[in-house]
Each structure stands twice: as C-alpha cells, then as structure tokens.
C-alpha cells in the first residue's frame, strides 16, 4: 500500500510505521546525568521559592534540583514523589509554562526558566528505574475506603490512604486503570506505557485493590459504598462531551476528539489507526491541540483547528499553540462551526466568523469553508454518571478546600470537583489533600 | 595598538605570557608548537641531575575539581619533574632557542641541594644559551620527600645558599620558584633576595587531596587503591597566589624583587591583574593544560584591547598600579561608611540576599509579602554578602554615604575623616 498524506477520505496508513514511530517520540528528549547538572545549576535556590508556590502539589523544587546538583537523582525523586506521588506522570504533562516554570525567576529575568519539568522527569524516571518504591504503610488501621474512578485523582488519594494504613478499594469504570493518563494525555508526551508502569510502580504500596469494569452504572451506588466503607472518594473525571449544536453534526466521519485521542492511546499500531485527509477540530484547549496534532503525526495532510474566540482566550498556553503551528496545524480564531457538509459523510464544514461582544460569542455573518473528512468536537467534557444527591457547583460536586462534599463521608477531587484547574496535577493534588483529611477524620 | 612586549631581568619576549615549567614544556615538540602558537616565553619542565632520570606513576596522576558543566577549576598532579633524560633535554632546548631567538627560554632546575650537583648542570645548561634558570623550590610531592623542591623551598636557610651557588656558576638571571606550601611567603622570598636572586616566581602548586573516591575509600588521583597528596593549580588557586604576590610586592625588603606571577591565570584579565599587583611578567600551566596552547591568543587580544580601552602604551605602565593599594587591615578607614542597595529593576526576586542576610548576617534586608527586596540601612553592617550572593551583576551596589549625613546603623554623622583602628578609642593600643 502505498503511503500518501493526499489519500482521500479517512485511511489508516499515510506515512510508514517508521515515520509515525519517529513522529510519537517523546515530546522532550529526557536529560541524561550530564544535561541534568548543567539544567540544576542553572536553579538559584530562592527564598520561599515562586516556582513552588506555582505548584498545585507544592514539590519542594529548589530542594529537589539541589538534590541533583548533589549528584543523589534519587533522593530528588523521594523529595518529588512525598508530595505528588505521580511526580513522573506530572513531569511529563505538566503545562510548566504556566504553572511552575512561568514563575521561575530566571524566566522573568531571560525569558529561560530553569526546566523543572525535565528535572523533574529525570529524578522521577532514574528511581523508578532502579524499581523501588520509597514509601512503606503505617500499621494497618482496620478501616476501609472507597475510591471511584482509578484517574489520577483517585489513584493519588488511594496511595496516601494506604500509606497512612488504610484498606483501599479502587472502582474503575474500565478495564485499566490511570484515567487519562492512559486514555487521554497525548501519546508523544507519555511514551512506553508510562502510564501503566506508573500505576504498577504505584501500587507497590500494597494495600490497594481496584476492581475493574465496576462504578456507578455498573453495579455500584453510593449508598451501598456508604454501608460498605468507612469513607467514600469520588474521582470520575469528566466521563461526557459537550455537543457542537451545528447541523449536520450527527454524519459520519464526526466523533469526540477524546475518543479518537483514546483511539491513539491504545493502538497496538499506530499505522494501523485511519484518519482524514483533511481534518479540523473544533476547540481551543488542550484536547483541541492533542487531538489535532495527533492527527498531524499520523499523517493528515491538512489539520486546522477552529476556535471561537481569540488566540488570547484559547484555554491551550501559548506553547501548546506554537507546538500546534510547529507541527503543521493551522490555527483558526473567532470562527465557529455552523453546518457539516456532506453526503452521509462529512465533506466540509462551513464555519462562520465571530466577534465578541460584552464577553459574548456571536456571528458576524461571514462564512467560510473547509474540506473537513474528519471532524473532532473538543469542547469540553461535563459531568457524567455521578451518584443523585450530591450538591452540584458550576455543573461539578461541589466539594471544599479539603474535597468534602455535601454528603457526610464522602470526598471528592479531580476533574468532577469544583475548585482547582482541569489538570493532572490538579488532580494528584486534591486527591491527597482529601486522603489527609479522610484520614484526619477516621482516626480523629 | 598596545606594545605586549616585555622585558623581564632583561629577556625580552614579544608578550608577558610564558609556559610555565610543565607537561606543555615537557620537549621540543610541545614547546615549538607552543612558540607557534604565539607563547611569549617558556620555562622548561624541569631538569634533574644526569644519570637515570626519575620515574614517574604509570596510573592517574591528576585530579580535579570541576563546575556543573565540567568546566575546570581545579587541577591537582602527582607528577615528578621530567622523566626525560638530561641530555636529550639540553640537545632540544640548545635546537629551540636557536630556532626561536625573540622568544624567552628558561631551565627549571632540581637537583639535590649540594654545591656540587649545582656546580656540575649549571655550566650544561648554560650550553644551551637558555635565557636564564629557574630554581624549582616548589614541587610539593615525590621530590619532597627526597629532600628537593619544596623541602627547600621550606627552608629559607637553604634557598639563600642555593641561590647563591647558582649565582656564582651561572652568569645569566637566576629565577627562584617559590612553594606556597608556608606559612609566610615574605620569607622565602627574602632569603631568595638575600641570596641575590634575580627574581622570584610564584605560586608552584599547593598540596592538597581533590577528592575522595567513596567506593573504594581513597583519594584521587587513586593508584591501585592509595593515593597521595598532589599539587594543586588552575583557577581555584589565583587568590593565593595573588595574595602572595602582593606581599612580596609590598614588603620593603623586596619590593624591589622582579616577580613572574604563576597561578590559575586563563584569561588576561588574571594577568593583568597580577601585572596591577606587581608581576613583570606570568607564567600559565593549567589553562594551556584545558585548553591547549590556543588560549594564548585570547590572552594577547584581551590583554592589549583593554590596555588600549585604558590608555596604557605597554606593560610598564600599570604595572604594580594596583601593589601601593594593598594594605594591611589596620591601616583601613573605620570612617568610611557604605551601604548596600537593591536596584529594583534589575531585581529579578530570587531572595537569596534575603536568606544570606537574614539567615546567616546582620538581618538587613526586608521582603515584603510581593516579594520586594529592600535593604534596612540602619541594620546593613555593608558586608557585602547580598551583593556576593545575588545572581544578578551590578543589582545590589555599596553606596557611600557622604560626608555629613547620618549611618542610619550607628547613628553618627560620617565625619569624611580617614580614621583607622590604630587610633581608634576602643584600640586599647592605640596611639595617641
Ligand atoms: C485529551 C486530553 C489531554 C489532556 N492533556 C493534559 C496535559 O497534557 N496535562 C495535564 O496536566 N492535563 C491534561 N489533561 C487533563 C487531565 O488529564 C485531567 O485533568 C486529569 O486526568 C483529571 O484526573 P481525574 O482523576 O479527575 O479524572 P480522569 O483522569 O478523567 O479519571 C477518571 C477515572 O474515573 C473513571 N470513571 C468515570 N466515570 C466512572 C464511573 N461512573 N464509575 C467508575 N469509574 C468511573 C474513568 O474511567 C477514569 O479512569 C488532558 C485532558 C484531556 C481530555
Ligand atoms: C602536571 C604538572 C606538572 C608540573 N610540573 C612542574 C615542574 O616540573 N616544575 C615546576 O617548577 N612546576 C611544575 N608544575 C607547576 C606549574 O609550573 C605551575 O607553577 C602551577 O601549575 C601553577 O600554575 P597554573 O595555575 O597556571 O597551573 C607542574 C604543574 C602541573 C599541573
Ligand atoms: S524559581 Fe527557578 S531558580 Fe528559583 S528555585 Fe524555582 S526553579 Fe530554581
Ligand atoms: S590525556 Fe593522553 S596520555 Fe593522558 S590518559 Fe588521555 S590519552 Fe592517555
Ligand atoms: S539576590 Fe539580587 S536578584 Fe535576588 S532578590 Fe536579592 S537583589 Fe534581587
């Protein structure tokens, strides 16, 4: 068969497996001992450090880089992992630009920060490498706790409980656990079942279980979890997507961006994977980037991404942007999609241009088209399958400062929650904090 | 363009930058193509008596100390003097000088400290119309313990008689290498002086271990499981060395005493500076080690685009500029008052003025909850750490306070008086 980006319709196979292997290598390079020293000594050690107040899991950063000025990688992972136990999930998918690496002083002086990130990535790989797991569990407690949904949030609180001595039961909806860290982040930026060697390094804790294929919607509630645990957490995630409201969005060749992203996730082999020649992806976040991007690697001739609203609002960063255009996507502003085009397929999608009005998106009136064989919906994901009964804030469980909800026992975090940004390490980082707060109110 | 020429004890080269007496000096075929390289001068490692010559480790026989990204700073060596027989070093240093006549050649020499060894090599060495000698007092490991380098260099007794004997049978300049291996360098070099020495040269490397290795427990350079001290040199060891230089310059007994500065110089910012200090001329190892002989250039273009930017014509001209300014700590300006001050912007908020002064000095800076820096003047003791720690050049700068106004620390007006501790009141010594 012979490799073509101009092949018509949506087709697997338009650049050879070699290509498309050399396409999904790791976003950044990892650092190797040497990088390493010259990336630490870059780090100041600043007073009551910005980079570290950035952080939603507050990682102790100057100490960790010293840690590996020190020559002692793996005593950096230890400072790392104490606060977010997927340090090296967080390492890779991080949004560093805007979070941790954004306040480095030396990127307010040169526009350079000190690369956390990959810091972080190198002291977290070189102890999971060496196999070890640094934490041991208390004495076991005799209580027990539910965890729904084995996403980063859950996964994050089950370790602490267990830590701290607690019998945790996981329920997860499919049949692996790591939520998007396994289905959903982009496959370049966590590469060799990271995601899944995570977990399994995770779980060396012990005093874990997950049962798979079991949740809300299949075979549990939340009273019985009640009756059965001592305490419940809830880490769902976003499980549904938003719909386009455009005409024609029901034709084939029309999907959910994080559906195909979960399509790339868990290929055996990308060649294998179809995709359009020509494909636009409605949106402007991360999903919109990934899932375009993506597209791109794989082999799409033409990959345009079409935003609503201006290059300033888009909820992807500025690097995420120019990640996008470095790679051959197109990016669109202030246009929204108004019709697919299409016998039975989609063919086209016509968008029409938008102006924002007191913060309102509204038409112009203008239209344009593009040849769209493949359209992805990447408009954000809502709220799905959580239990009756729990006060809901902003369309999430409305949970407080330490992931109570309104419902006595029971916790929540993560992307369902309210509170926090719709991140990995958002998620790790409420989990733990309503671990430590079960765990306060269990053994208070 | 400035005139690099220099003239020391009468030898002149074409710029002040010799080889010192060394691996890059080791033969011919190294220091011809030093001379190629634009060298001004070399001292040729040195020389020991005839008859089978020393041996040297067939392991590792340096260390080092390194920055993040491996740069050099330090190096340390437990090398003899030349494992080369005498003879063949006179045939090529007799060859070199007669190719090389502008450039400066000098013979290190160690032999065991009897008149005799000296009286029998230095009518050899003359042969080879080197421009003058240069006594090795300094090597501080192997040939210490046989009684030779730095076991004299120890000794001032012994370096006057040396230098004497040299004195009397060798008619060209006589250069003594000094050990920093002591506790007070003014004395070696004035028996050096009283023995009529042309010049002292210094530093020659300082003992030292440069690293543990903590499998094997023993220190590097590690030969079969031991190591031994070895001499230490490169960047790490120019403050010494200046300071030493600087003594010699400033003491009265000889301050009249031509010295070739050696230690750590890489840029010719260093040799400049220990030209300020003093210096006729110095000497390189490390770098030229590091880097090859190449780095030469960059000393001559450096050197002379500064003098150029200050308006020096030649070498003499800010020579020892900078020794007069050397004092002793009693002779300082108790009343000359500073204090340190942030430039907000070019403040880039690390607070690591911050945690030094706070921490560790005089609790002198403020940091306000948006993490503004601000220095306390009536807590700043004007240390100068902030300024020492800080990442940013030229952020924190000591300002003078002026004559008249008040020291928000001691609450006194600074009287614009120079007043130093030898008639201070709380000098129980003072004079009156
Ligand atoms: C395409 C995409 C790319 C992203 N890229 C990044 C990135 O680069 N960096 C970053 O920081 N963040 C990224 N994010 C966001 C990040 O993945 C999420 O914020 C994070 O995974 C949230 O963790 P969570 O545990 O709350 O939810 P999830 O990761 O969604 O996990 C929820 C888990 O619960 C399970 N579940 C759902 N419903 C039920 C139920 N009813 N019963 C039982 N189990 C259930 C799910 O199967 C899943 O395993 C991305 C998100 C998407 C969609
Ligand atoms: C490997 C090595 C061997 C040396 N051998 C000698 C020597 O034979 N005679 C001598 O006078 N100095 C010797 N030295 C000392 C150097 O001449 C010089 O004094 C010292 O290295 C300091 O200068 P630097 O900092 O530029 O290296 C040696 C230094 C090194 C590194
Ligand atoms: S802000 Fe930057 S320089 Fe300062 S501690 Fe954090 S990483 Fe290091
Ligand atoms: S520098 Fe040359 S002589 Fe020395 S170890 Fe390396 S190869 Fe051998
Ligand atoms: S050390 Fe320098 S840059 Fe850092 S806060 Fe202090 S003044 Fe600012």
New interface residues.
Partial sequence: MAHSHQASGIQAGRLTADDIATNFEDLHHPFDAHEAAVAADRCYFCFDAPCMQACPTSIDIPQFIREIQGGQPTAAAKTILEQNILGGMCARVCPTETLCEEVCVRETAEGKPVEIGRLQRFATDTLMEKGVHPFTRDATTGKKVAVVGAGPAGLSAAHRLAMKGHDVVVFEHKSKAGGLNEFGIAAYKSTNEFAAREVAWLMQIGGITIEYDKGFGKGLTLDGLKADYDAVFLSIGLAGVNTLRAAGEDKDGVRDAVDFIEDVRQADELSALPVGRNVVVIGGGMTAVDAAVQSKLLGAENVTIAYRRGRDAMGASRFEQDLAASKGVKLMFNVMPREILGNGASAEIELEYTQVVDGRVTGTGETTRLAADQVFKAIGQTLEGAPQGLALVGGKIQVSDTGRTSVDGVWAGGDCASGGEDLTVTAVAEGRDAAMDIHASLMG | MADLTTEFLGIKSPNPFWLASAPPTDKEYNVRRAFEAGWGGVVWKTLGAEGPPVVNVNGPRYGAIW????RLLGLNNIELITDRPLEVNLEEMTRVKKDYPDRALIASIMVPCEEEAWKKILPRVAETNADGIELNFGCPHGMAERGMGSAVGQVPEYIQMVTEWCKQYYDRPVIVKLTPNITDIRYPARAAHAGNADAVSLINTINSITSVNLDQMAPEPMIGGKGTHGGYCGPAVKPIAMNMVAEIARDPQTAQLPISAIGGVTTWRDAAEFIALGAGNVQVCTAAMTYGFGVVKEMITGLSEWMDEKGYASIQDFKGMAASNVTDWQYLDLNYVTKAKINQADC?????C??ACEDTSHQAIA?SED?VFSVKDEECVACNLCVNVC??EGCITMEEVPTGQVDARTGEVVSGEYGNWTTHPNNPMAAE
């Fill in positions: 920055g993040a990204d491996r880039i908020k690390c607070g690591r911050y945690a940091m993490r990442p940013v």
